[in-house]
């Protein structure tokens, strides 16, 4: 376990493959390891990771550089180390990574041979996000100690194996082991609405358990990406995967909305807008999706028209009318009749959660005022819910074809506030700017 220090960064030193592939005896690969260190830190070394291979049916790991350090220079390591073994690259990064997450570290320092660079590149590139700061310092028989920041893309070939090959070996290693964790917070739990038959749609509003992210945040089926979260590609993959398979739709299928906070629709296998929130299709086993993480996830269909839309509606996006303009669209493409088609609404921010400023609260005002508590205050609480429901039905959405926070068996109630349940869902409004994400989806049947 890292104990706090007052370093902002840490250092990984990697021995993975240290005596095997590289052309370096025991001693010039501590010297080369200890000149870096003593450069960068003189003697006030942050906290150090080193990273050795683990045979499986080895239990001992005496034979690789580690056994090689002096006690001295362990005992330079005034900030402390630890030492992580593992046959898998991908399983010492992702320990790795939870440790310095719980400290909120960005910063760090990999020190490793060049041979091993290429390699090292696609593994952070996949266990981490542009939200952390490498810093790159190579050694080897043939070059001199450089120092080259994260990321580097250049295709080069090493050992002769093509850095293509490397990448598709280090991606079945990251999902082997992703695949080997447990689920964190119980069982994956997916919402579903009455309103929507099953007969013809699977469908399903997400929770935050059943899946493997570990960032507190953003624990654990965190469905999104982003550079600027900690969470990578591959997690986020996997809890697709473990999505999909629990909800039986194929995650090769899966086409989300890209959001805008704005009203525009996409028309699946027509040309896409740069930017949607709203997206209808008549297709079937193509699996729909909308985001959500305070803003509402809807999901449309129309069970005689067989089609289905799924949107994201934030506080601008409901003032634009998201909502309708989904609706809109399932009639002029499908001749949809109005009527016909079902709406509910997701988890998401309640009134009792979410404020605006009075200035743009006095819009959601205007709408009825009583979409909005508190007028008069600084900050009004908004009722971003009540606003769709009225927008939906002046648009000719029957009352009884809307499903949220309204109805009166409270069982069948899939608009909770996300705020307000952090067992349950993810929230901005809650949890700040590191939040995970929630999403709707739904599919026609073949």
Not at 138 to 147: A, F, M, P, T, W
Not at 206 to 226: D, V
Not at 264 to 272: N, Q, R, S, Y
Not at 329 to 356: H, N, W
Request: aromatic share 8%; glycine share 6%.
């Amino acid at each position: 376990m890292v104990e706090e220090s007052s370093n902002e960064e840490v250092v990984l030193i990697d021995l993975f493959d240290s005596g095997c592939h590289i052309d370096l005896d025991k001693q010039k690969v501590i010297t080369h390891i200890w000149g870096i260190i003593k450069r960068r830190y003189n003697t006030n070394v942050p906290f150090t990771f080193f990273m050795c291979y683990q045979d499986p049916a080895c239990k001992d790991g005496s034979a690789d550089v580690l056994s090689d350090f002096t006690e001295a220079q362990f005992n330079n390591l005034e900030n402390g180390y630890t030492v992580v073994r593992d046959s898998n690259m991908a399983a010492i990064l992702y320990s790795i990574k939870q440790e310095i997450d719980k400290l909120d570290i960005t910063r760090i320092l990999v020190i490793l041979p060049q041979e091993r660079r290429i390699h090292m590149d696609i593994y952070l590139e996949n266990l981490f996000t542009p939200a952390y700061n490498f810093m790159i310092e190579c050694y080897g028989k043939y070059c001199q100690v450089d120092s080259i920041t994260f990321p580097c893309n250049a295709k080069q070939i090493s050992n002769g194996i093509s850095d293509e090959e490397y990448q598709v070996v280090a991606r079945k290693n990251i999902q082997t082991y992703f695949q080997s964790l447990p689920a964190l917070k119980g069982d994956l739990v997916i919402l579903k609405s009455q309103l929507i038959p099953e007969e013809t749609f699977l469908h399903g509003f997400t929770t935050r358990s059943g899946g493997i992210t570990c960032i507190p945040t953003l624990s654990s089926l965190n469905l999104f990406c982003s550079p600027k979260r900690k969470d990578p590609t591959a997690v986020v993959e996997e809890n697709f995967c473990r999505l999909g398979k629990t909800a039986g739709f194929d995650p090769q299928t899966y086409v989300p909305i890209k959001v805008d906070h704005a009203e525009i629709v996409k028309i699946l296998g027509k040309t896409d807008p740069q930017r949607y929130d709203g997206i209808v299709t008549n297709q079937k086993g193509v699996t729909i999706a909308a985001p959500g993480a305070d803003c509402i996830p809807i999901l449309f269909c129309d069970p005689v028209k067989k089609a289905c839309g799924a949107a994201h509606s934030g506080w601008k996006g409901t003032l634009l009318g998201v909502s309708m303009a989904t609706v809109n669209a399932m009639v002029t493409e499908y001749q949809c009749d109005v009527k016909d088609i079902r709406v509910v609404l997701g988890p998401s921010v309640g009134p009792c959660c979410f404020t605006l400023t009075q200035e743009e609260a006095r819009a959601f005002h205007d709408i009825d005022p009583l979409c909005v508590l508190q007028m008069e205050s600084p900050k009004p609480y908004v009722d971003i819910r009540r606003a769709t429901r009225l927008l939906l039905e002046r648009g000719g959405i029957l009352p009884q074809n809307i499903q949220d926070d309204t109805i009166a068996d409270k069982s069948l109630n899939v608009t909770l506030c996300t705020s307000c349940h952090p067992e349950k869902f993810f929230s901005h409004v809650r949890d700040g700017e590191h939040f995970g994400t929630q999403i709707c989806f739904i599919a026609i049947k073949d």
